[in-house]
């Protein structure tokens, strides 16, 4: 069985009032997260899945979609993002081990050691 280090989940569901994150480009970005996590040599030690709707898509922009990411470490990172700068919040946060602050969800935190 493999094992991952962290695991991004983009959301990409879609409905008929055209508001949700697959409404705003979630495929293009699950798509975007794959392509930069090969570029970067990461597609083996990430995994990647959609992710049902978490009530998230009415905070977003227009044209952005929910995206969390679990790991490296035990935390789990809400981050707003679109197909442009998806590739900047997975490097900053898988390569520099940093959050990608300007992308982050604020109205949504998880904090599984408390
Ligand atoms: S459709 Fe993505 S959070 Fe609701």
Same mark, same amino acid.
Request: aromatic share 4%.
């Given at each position: 069985?493999?094992?991952?280090?962290? &695991?991004?989940m %983009?959301?990409?569901? +879609? /409905?008929?009032? #055209?508001?949700?994150?697959?409404?705003?480009? #979630?495929?293009?970005?699950? +798509? /975007? @997260?794959?392509?930069? !996590?090969?570029? !970067?040599?990461? /597609?083996?030690?990430v995994?990647?899945?959609?992710?049902?709707?978490?009530?998230? &898509? /009415? =905070?977003?922009?227009?044209? +952005?979609?929910?995206?969390?990411v679990? #790991?490296?470490? *035990?935390?789990?990172?809400?981050? @707003? %993002?679109? *197909?442009?700068? @998806?590739?900047? %919040?997975? +490097?900053?946060? =898988?390569?520099?081990?940093?959050?990608? $602050?300007?992308?982050?969800?604020?109205?949504?935190?998880?904090?599984? $050691?408390?």
């Amino acid at each position: 069985m493999p094992t991952f280090k962290s &695991h991004i989940m %983009v959301c990409d569901v +879609e /409905r008929d009032d #055209g508001a949700h994150c697959g409404n705003k480009g #979630g495929a293009e970005v699950k +798509e /975007r @997260v794959i392509q930069t !996590l090969s570029k !970067l040599g990461l /597609r083996s030690s990430v995994y990647v899945s959609s992710a049902g709707c978490t009530s998230q &898509h /009415r =905070l977003c922009d227009m044209q +952005e979609c929910s995206m969390i990411v679990y #790991g490296p470490d *035990s935390e789990a990172t809400w981050y @707003v %993002v679109n *197909s442009e700068n @998806v590739e900047g %919040v997975i +490097e900053k946060h =898988l390569v520099q081990g940093e959050k990608s $602050e300007d992308h982050i969800n604020e109205g949504m935190r998880i904090d599984l $050691e408390s």
